[in-house]
T-cell receptor, first 115, second 117 residues
Framework: LAKTTQPISMDSYEGQEVNITCSHN???????ITWYQQFPSQGPRFIIQ???TKVTNEVASLFIPADRKSSTLSLPRVSLSDTAVYYC????????????????FGTGTQLKVEL | NAGVTQTPKFQVLKTGQSMTLQCAQD?????MYWYRQDPGMGLRLIYY???????DKGEVPNGYNVSRLNKREFSLRLESAAPSQTSVYFC????????????????FGEGSRLTVL
């Protein structure tokens, strides 16, 4: 399972764009990159997933360079409610049935948004 | 929409006691998981069930047993609780990842906070 490295914490202000980068140097060919968000006392919630280039949804954008050794989660115009822990996961969900990659979450990035 | 429901939400046990955490999902997902979350450790996979009738160990299975009762329900049992098992436990489910189907999204319950004295 590809190990990921992300900053422990980040601070921002309301209205700013926040970019959280995740390093995954040993990502495998079949691995996808998935980001989750977790609020206190809640379970993580899926934000976005991608394989290469750029993926965008109503919540965030995910940028993945050609070598796929890193990825950047971009949150446009954050608000106080975006204060949460953000997790980057790398793995091949298709192999879970075969007992292959078992998705694990690292310690994530604590994002704090202030006024 | 219930999604993933866990019971109980809070539990205090004494060392050596046993208990079962219950999890049920109403999304017709084939795969279910149990994670534990400890301060500074992120979430760690305890056991998972890729489909009804199968279970497999995750990263930290020692001290736990699981039962995939049916497609909807996946329980986690602590036979003899230890203080090291004090944690927040999360159940999750996802669409099936067999037959090459891509199951990229995990749906989590709200967690069960367990304290072992």
């Amino acid at each position: 399972l590809a190990k990921t490295t992300q900053p422990i914490s980040m601070d921002s202000y309301e209205g700013q764009e926040v970019n959280i980068t995740c390093s995954h140097n040993n990502i495998a060919t079949n691995d996808y990159i998935t980001w989750y968000q977790q609020f206190p006392s809640q379970g993580p919630r899926f934000i976005i997933q991608g394989y290469k280039t750029k993926v965008t949804n109503e919540v965030a954008s995910l940028f993945i360079p050609a070598d796929r050794k890193s990825s950047t989660l971009s949150l446009p115009r954050v608000s106080l409610s975006d204060t949460a822990v953000y997790y980057c996961l790398v793995g091949d969900m298709r192999r879970l049935t075969g007992g292959g990659n078992k998705l694990t979450f690292g310690t994530g990035t604590q994002l704090k948004v202030e006024l | 929409n219930a999604g993933v429901t866990q019971t109980p939400k809070f539990q205090v046990l004494k060392t050596g006691q046993s208990m079962t955490l219950q999890c049920a999902q109403d999304m017709n997902h084939n795969s279910m998981y149990w994670y534990r979350q400890d301060p500074g450790m992120g979430l760690r996979l305890i056991y998972y069930s890729a489909s009804e009738g199968t279970t497999d160990k995750g990263e930290v299975p020692n001290g736990y047993n699981v039962s995939r009762l049916n497609k909807r329900e996946f329980s986690l049992r602590l036979e003899s609780a230890a203080p090291s098992q004090t944690s927040v436990y999360f159940c999750a489910s996802s669409v099936s990842s067999d037959r090459g189907m891509f199951g990229g999204e995990l749906f989590f319950g709200e967690g069960s906070r367990l304290t072992v004295l």
